[in-house]
């Protein structure tokens, strides 16, 4: 329970409070975290934090998607008061900056190192919150392990947007194995391509009864974006990256 890393890398402390330091638990999960943090805010005097300065939203992307204009779109077209849940992983990259200048709106994320948490974690967010937005920005690895979500969505007709970063591979697996300092052959690298055979997700979606389609470029992904949170009930919009 102390802080430790996400991950543990060979020859790097997993450790990250310094050596001699005194561990204080401020509230638990089963406590109220934000009178703790009140509460403590009175203790000390600590004045009031000021409102957060306004940031210029980004320009909308043109031409072809890459994962900043991907991330860059979902943060322009998202509704004001949408759940995004995020398990978009290395693609995420273009999502977290403009989205700080976008509408309010709640963020989760993954809190462990369980793959798959996203189709699920946005089921149960529109069943808890039926007048809002769900939006699933989700990586095609991740999305392998619980694609069964889909059909819960169709039949309880729960207005979720999955995105699809369709980049046809593990690559969280490469990175973590260049911070491992491993050197991956051509069998290892094998393990992290899912492009043989090419996973058709809009055929997937549509097996499972939720709308499907294909967006390969950044105006077809905010046409198609755009539609889908106009509409209500599940979608699916696989981004080609």
């Not at 009178?35 to 043109?62: F, G, K």
């Not at 990259?93 to 462990?112: D, M």
């Not at 392998?144 to 046809?168: F, G, K, S």
Request: proline share 8%.
């Amino acid at each position: 329970r102390e802080p430790v890393a996400f991950f543990g890398y060979p020859g790097t402390p997993s450790r990250l409070t310094p050596e001699g330091c005194t561990l204080l638990s401020l509230a638990t999960a089963e406590e109220d975290v934000e009178a703790a943090l009140e509460a403590l805010a009175d203790a000390l005097d600590a004045p009031a934090a000021p409102p957060p300065s306004a940031r210029t939203a980004p320009a909308l992307p043109s031409g072809d998607l890459d994962a900043a204009a991907a991330g860059t779109v979902l943060a322009l077209l998202q509704p004001e008061g949408a759940i995004v849940v995020d398990e978009s992983n290395t693609t995420g990259v273009g999502y977290f900056q403009a989205a700080a200048s976008g509408p309010r709106h709640t963020l989760l994320t993954l809190t462990g190192g369980a793959i798959g948490m996203g189709p699920p974690c946005a089921t149960g967010a529109a069943i808890a919150c039926p007048d809002r937005t769900v939006i699933d920005f989700e990586g095609d690895g991740s999305a392998l392990y619980t694609l069964q979500a889909l059909w819960t969505q169709a039949r309880e007709q729960l207005h979720v947007i999955t995105l699809i970063c369709a980049n046809r591979s593990y690559r969280i697996l490469t990175v973590e194995a260049a911070r491992a300092k491993m050197e991956s052959g051509p069998q290892a690298l094998s393990l992290m391509d899912i492009s043989r055979p090419q996973i058709d997700w809009v055929q997937l979606a549509r097996g499972l009864g939720v709308p499907g389609t294909r967006a390969d470029s950044v105006d077809s992904l905010r046409q198609a974006l755009s539609a889908a949170i106009a509409e209500p009930g599940p979608h699916l919009i696989e981004v080609v990256l």
